[in-house]
């Protein structure tokens, strides 16, 4: 059964230090998305990405924050200058249709980030 | 703007008995309302949904939810736990045109006593 990969599954990084966070959607997907969860804490939207552009951003998702989706099958999130509260599960996900909100979100395994 | 609220943040049930998480939504435009299940280091997976056809859904593992729209609720149950459902478990929503991202609740811990 096709499945959404992400990479790494955990990372532990210094503060200030830029972090990469991969994802391989599910192939014939066309929106992709960030959330993340903060431990304890609600599963935050940061980022929509469609049709090589960003479609819509949280207030999270600031001037620290990229998404890239460099060879047509990888989607990464960056972040340039990681903060002590960056530190949360980072889940990828992706949905076959644009313009489908009733569509089934296929979410990744999640990438841990630790900033210390 | 849409949000939801999930009341209880652990419920414990015992093996057999039934399961009732609770689930609260606020929505501006008519919603679309999901259940999500997290199983300990995985992804989350879609359990059911909501999408303007029958207000009782069925979903998978024996789920089920009711939309109730004079009460703005959302409620997953199970009649019987099994021991495989301890997980957490989301409510999302979304509206129905335009924006697609889903609102997440701060989840619920269900734990099952054997």
């Known amino acids: 059964e096709p499945e959404v990969t992400q990479t790494p599954s955990h990372q532990v990084t210094q503060m200030g230090q830029e972090v990469i966070l991969r994802c391989v959607p599910i192939?014939?997907?066309?929106?992709f998305y960030w959330y993340r969860q903060i431990l304890g804490q609600k599963v935050e939207f940061l980022v929509s990405?469609?049709?090589?552009?960003?479609?819509?951003k949280s207030e999270i998702f600031d001037d620290q924050f990229s998404v890239e989706r460099p060879d047509g099958s990888n989607f990464t999130l960056k972040i340039r200058s990681t903060k002590l509260e960056d530190s949360a599960m980072y889940f990828c996900a992706s949905k076959r249709l644009a313009g489908d909100p009733s569509g089934e979100l296929f979410f990744g395994e999640g990438s841990r980030l630790t900033v210390l | 703007a849409q949000s939801v609220t999930q009341l209880g943040s652990h419920v414990s049930v015992s093996e057999g008995a039934l399961v009732l998480l609770r689930c609260n939504y606020s929505?501006?435009?008519?919603?679309?309302l999901f259940w999500y299940v997290q199983y300990p280091n995985q992804g989350l997976q879609l359990l059911l949904k909501?999408?303007?056809?029958?207000?009782l859904v069925k979903g998978i593992n024996g789920f089920e939810a009711e939309f109730k729209k004079s009460e703005t609720s959302f409620h997953l149950t199970k009649p019987s736990a099994h021991m495989s459902d301890a997980a957490e478990y989301f409510c999302a929503v979304s509206g129905n045109f335009g924006n697609e991202k889903l609102t997440f609740g701060t989840g619920t811990r269900l734990t099952i006593i054997p």
């Open positions: 929505s501006s435009v008519p919603p679309y």
């Open positions: 909501y999408t303007s056809a029958a207000t």
């Open positions: 192939s014939n997907h066309l929106y």
């Open positions: 990405f469609y049709n090589n552009e960003i479609s819509e």
